[in-house]
């Protein structure tokens, strides 16, 4: 019965550490996403 305590603290590190995985993932898409549209307003205006 030891392990169980051990698993319940592992489980959510894991889990997010593994978020963080996928926000680094797509967090440069999020970026030209953002900055592409920007930069063409930004052009576009006298």
Same mark, same amino acid.
């Given at each position: 019965m030891?392990? $169980?305590p051990v698993l319940l603290l592992?489980?959510?590190l894991? #889990?997010?550490? #593994?978020?963080l995985q996928i $926000? $680094?993932?797509l967090l440069p898409l999020a970026l030209a996403l953002i900055v592409a549209p920007a930069k063409i307003v930004l052009t576009l205006t006298p």
């Open positions: 030891q392990a $169980l592992e489980a959510p894991i #889990h997010a550490a #593994h978020l $926000l $680094l993932t």
